[in-house]
C-alpha cells in the first residue's frame, strides 16, 4: 500500500489527502521572486556569501539566488503576481537574530548572518515527512514524501503547540475523507496532523520530472498567500494581502460535499501562521482572543445556513507572545473555504494594469472556482462574455449572504473589498457580533468612527464591493460583449484573448471598453439589489412562521422590526419567543405579551427581576399581533404547533453574543484547563453553536414560565445560561480590529 492509499476505515491523514489541480496556484501567475514550488523548498540551501548586503540595500539581478529575508520582508508583488509560495512560521517578530547566540540582542547581525538564520527556518528537502498511518510494507526509497520540516523546526528553538480544540462536527461535513487521529496520546495521526496545523510541518510536493499528465505532479506543491488590494473604509488602500494567512492544502471536495456545497476544491489556510510578503508592519501573527472569535463565530454563522468560511481546530502557542494593546499569546485557527480569492484580488491587478493577470483571475473564478462550461452559457449576444457572468454570480451569491446577515442579526463590522469573497461566503472575522437589543443603526467595531459598516448599512457596503469589481472588470467585460456581438452566432462564452489591452492605458479602445462595461455593471447592481430583497423577504417569511407570500409582507416585517427597535427588545429572544404566540383573543395573549416585552434576566444577576422596557407600547404591539394574526389565518390550516415547529427551526435559541464570546475567551486564557475551565466551555459553546435551534429550556408562556424552564441538571442549567442575555456593561460591546 502506498501513503497515499485510504486505511480501513476509507480515510486519510492530512499528509495523504491528495491536492486539487483547481488550486489557484495552477491557474494564476506568481510572484516573479517565488515562481515555483521547488522555489520556497531551496530557500534552506541559500548560502549568503560574506559580503553580502554590505555595500547597502541588496538589488537583485536576473538569476541571483533569491535570499530567505524576502520571503518575510514587506514588499510590493510585480509583474502580475496573484500571491507567493510561503511557508508558516509563526514565531515572534521582530525576530531576534544575533551575531553570536550567546550575545545580548543588539540587533547588529550582519546582513549575511540574517540570511542563514532565516535560512535554518525554511523547510528543507533534507527533512521529508512521511505519513505516519503509512503500511509499514511501504518503501521509503519508492515513496515520496508530502511534507517538509527542518533541523530547527524539530528543536526546542521552535514554539510549543497546544491543541485547543477540533472541530469533527465540521469534518464530517466537509471533509469526511480526513482521518483526525484519536484522543489517545502519542496518537501518531493526530501529532501529525497538529504539527501540520501549528506550521511546524509544512505540506509540500516535489516536483516529479517524470509526470506526463498529471498536472500536481509535474509542478509540486507548495503553501500561498494572496496578493490583493482593497478599499478600506472607502478608500482605496493599494497592495494589501494576506499579511498573516496562508494556504496551506487545496484538497478535492468529496462527491457528497461538492453536491450540497457546489465547492470542486476545500482550502485549507492557517490564520496567523507568521509573516509573509503581505505582512507590511505587523508581525503576522493573531492573537488567541482574536482565533476564539474566528473558530467560533464562523460555525455559528454556518449553523444559521448563512454562507460562511468554516473552522476546524484551533491551536494555541503559549510560549508566542504578541503585542497588540496588550501582550497577549499566539493562537493559529485552521480555516477552511471553497475559494479564499477576494474582489481586492481583481482590484488589485486592474489598478496596476496588469490585464492578463485579471483575465486570468477571471477565467479561474469562472472555470475552477464557479465551474462555468461552455455547454451551457448564460445567454446570447453581450451576455455570454465571461467576465460579465463572473460579476453576475458574484453579485448573486453575496446578494444571498448579506440577506443571511440581516435577516439573523449578524454584523461583520469591517466590510472593506478586501474582506469579500467571490464566492459569496462570510470571511474575516473580525470585530463582528451578533444583535442583541434590535438597533438598526449598531456599530459593532469601535474603529467604525463614522458608522460605514453599522447594521443597516450592510447591504449597501455589500453592493459598494460589487461596484468595485464591476469597475475593476469594466474594460475585460466591455472588450468580451464587443466580442460577442461580433460572433453574433456562437454560443460559447466568449474571452478575452491574452495580450487583449495591449500596450496603452489610455487608449480609445480602452475607454470605449470601460464604458461599455459600466453599463453592464449598472444592470449587475439593480439585480443585485432585487435578489437581495426577494431573499431577504422569503427568510423573514420563514422566521415569522409563513408558508406563503403576500404583497403586505415586507410592511408586516418592517412594523415588527420597528417596533423591536422602538421597545428595546432582544433580536433572537423575540424571534424564538413569537413561535409560541396563539391568539390575540386567547387568555393567554396578556402573559405571553407581559413575557414578550420584558427584558431577558441579565447573566450573573441572583434576583432574578426582571426590567420593563419604559418604551414599549402595549397598544402598539397588540395592534401588530392582530395583523400578523390576521396573516396567519391566511396561511391555512397548519396548526399552532406546526408553526411552531416550523418557526423553531429557523429561529435559534442560542446565539453566540458578545459576553460569551469574552467569557469563554477570558476563562481560556486564564483558566483553560479542570472541569468548568476554558476548554470545556469553548466544547460547549462550540457545541451550542453548531446546534443553536435546540431549546435549551425553552420557557413555555402556556405554563406561565415567563424566563427558563424546567432544567434538572447541572449542564442543562449552564447551557441555559448562555442563551441569557448577558450583563447590561457588555449590550452592544464593540470589538476592536486588533488581532
Sequence with gaps: ?????????????????????????YHLPPDPLFPTPASLLHLAEYDAPPEFGQD??????????????????????????????????????????????????????????????????????????????AASTDS??????????????????????????????????????????????????????????????????????TAQEDEVAKNGFAPWSLCYAGHQFGSFAGQLGDGRAISIMSTRAA?????????????????????????????????????????????????????????LALVHLPDVKVRRETMENAAIVTRVAGSWIRIGSFEQQAYRGEYDSLRALSRYVAREVFSFSDENPAGTGPSRSLGLNVLREVARRNALMVA?????????????????????S???????????IFDPSHICNHSDDLGRYKFSNQPTMVLFAIQKLGEAMSELIGAEVELAEKDAEGTSFVEVPPGWAG???????????????????????????????????????????FT?????????????????????????????????????????????????????????????????????????????????????????SSSTLDRRQRMNRVNPRFCLRQWVLEETIRKCDREPDGPGGGIEQLERVLEMSLNPFESYGDPEIAKGETEVGACPTKEEQERQRLCGLGSEELLGFQCSCSS
Design 255 to 311: 462527491e457528497e460535499v461538492g453536491a450540497k456545497t457546489g465547492y470542486r476544491a476545500i482550502e485549507l489556510q492557517l490564520k496567523g501562521a507568521g509573516r509573509t510578503p503581505y505582512s507590511r508592519f505587523a508581525d503576522g501573527l493573531a492573537v488567541l482572543r482574536s482565533s476564539i472569535r474566528e473558530y467560533l463565530g464562523a460555525e455559528a454563522v454556518a449553523a444559521l445556513g448563512v454562507p460562511t468560511s468554516r473552522a
Design 1 to 25: 500500500m502506498s501513503s497515499n492509499a485510504s486505511s480501513s476505515s476509507g480515510k486519510r491523514s492530512l499528509l495523504s489527502l491528495p491536492i486539487s489541480s483547481h488550486a489557484p496556484i
Design 426 to 436: 462570510t470571511i474575516d472575522y473580525g470585530p463582528y457580533a451578533f444583535m442583541d
Design 548 to 636: 406563503t407570500g403576500e404583497e403586505g409582507d415586507f410592511q408586516l416585517v418592517s412594523r415588527w422590526l420597528d417596533l423591536l427597535a422602538q421597545s428595546q427588545l432582544d433580536f433572537t429572544a423575540s424571534h424564538r419567543l413569537l413561535s409560541q404566540f396563539v391568539s390575540t383573543s386567547n387568555s393567554s395573549f396578556e402573559r405571553f405579551l407581559d413575557a414578550f416585552l420584558q427584558s431577558v434576566t441579565a447573566a450573573g444577576d441572583s434576583t432574578g427581576s426582571t426590567t420593563s422596557s419604559t418604551t414599549n407600547s402595549r397598544s402598539d404591539w397588540t395592534g401588530w399581533f392582530k395583523s400578523y394574526e390576521e396573516r396567519l389565518a391566511r396561511e391555512g
Design 56 to 133: 547597502g540595500p541588496v538589488a537583485l539581478k536576473e538569476g541571483d539566488p533569491v535570499p530567505p529575508s524576502m520571503l518575510r520582508r514587506s514588499r510590493q508583488i510585480r509583474r502580475g503576481g496573484c500571491f507567493t509560495y510561503v511557508s508558516p512560521l509563526p514565531i515572534e517578530f521582530p525576530y531576534d537574530i544575533r551575531e553570536d547566540k550567546d550575545e545580548e540582542r543588539t540587533n547588529s547581525a550582519r546582513p549575511s548572518t540574517i540570511e542563514t538564520h532565516l535560512a535554518e527556518y525554511e523547510i528543507s528537502t533534507k527533512h521529508p515527512v512521511f505519513d505516519a498511518a
Design 140 to 209: 521509503a526509497t519508492t515513496r515520496r514524501p508530502t511534507a517538509f520540516t527542518s533541523a530547527v523546526r524539530e528543536s526546542e528553538r521552535y514554539p510549543r503547540a497546544r491543541l485547543l480544540s477540533l472541530n469533527r462536527t465540521f469534518a464530517a461535513d466537509w471533509l469526511p475523507q480526513l482521518d483526525l487521529g484519536s484522543d489517545t496520546p502519542g496518537d501518531a495521526t493526530r501529532q501529525q496532523l497538529v504539527d501540520v496545523l501549528a506550521g511546524r510541518t509544512v505540506l509540500a510536493r516535489e516536483p516529479d520530472p
Design 503 to 545: 500596450d496603452e492605458d489610455g487608449s480609445e479602445e480602452m475607454k470605449r471598453w470601460r464604458e461599455a462595461g459600466l453599463k453592464e455593471v449598472d444592470k449587475v447592481k439593480n439585480d443585485f439589489i432585487q435578489i437581495f430583497r426577494d431573499e431577504y423577504e422569503r427568510l423573514m417569511r420563514l422566521r415569522l412562521g
Design 404 to 424: 443571511g446577515w440581516q435577516t439573523y442579526g449578524f454584523c461583520h463590522g469591517v466590510i472593506n473589498t478586501d474582506n469579500v469573497a467571490i464566492n459569496g
